[in-house]
């Protein structure tokens, strides 16, 4: 299931054009926002797809039967990119536990890179709804590493990705790797992928738009 927010007209279409926008990208703040909504409104959409139970609550005035969680689900990210996205998701399932893995592209000489993925921390997994973000799926490489890495600790009974602009390929490629074991919640999707993995039109480096430009390795 791959799901294109941006395909029903709503406030998701304003949030990304910001994203994407050079004018608007210097404000740091507003570009960490922007995935943090993007990250709302995709895990709002996503709990309408998880298990429920009623539980009887007690108010001040009586008793009321209430449809809650019948479990949380574990939030996942890639370090750091996906940092203001997962705050967005977390802010919405507030409950949930936290996974957290480090994967970036080191460059090589030839302008090729590798994924290397170093670095994973991830509370129990076994049978349990794995909600990733991501806000930039590009080839796909190190989001299949990540899911890979973390279905060796258990396995999840529904992976959902969230991203907020994806490529074409980069979809294609997860569903080469994976099958139908991931769904696809994202902002907006391109059809373009140039030689060096980037999404064109896409919207540039988002960790360095959110964080800063960092020294490459």
Known sequence: MVVNLSEKHSLICNWV???RDISVQSDRMRFRRNLERIGEVAAYEISKLLAWKEMEIQTPLGTHKSMVLKEQPVVATILRAGLAMHQGVLSYL?????????AFRKHNADG???IILDYVSSPAIENRVLIISDPMLATGTSLAKT???LKK???PSQIYIVAAIASRQGIEYLQNI???DVHLWCGDIDEILNEHG?????LGDA?????GEKLQS
């Open 17 to 19: 054009s910001e994203l």
């Open 94 to 102: 507030d409950k949930a536990d936290n996974a957290f893995v480090s």
């Open 112 to 114: 090729s890179f590798d």
């Open 147 to 149: 899911i890979m890495a």
């Open 153 to 155: 600790l258990g396995s």
């Open 178 to 180: 994976l099958g139908n």
């Open 198 to 202: 980037y999404i064109v039109p896409g």
């Open 207 to 211: 960790g360095d738009l959110a964080f």
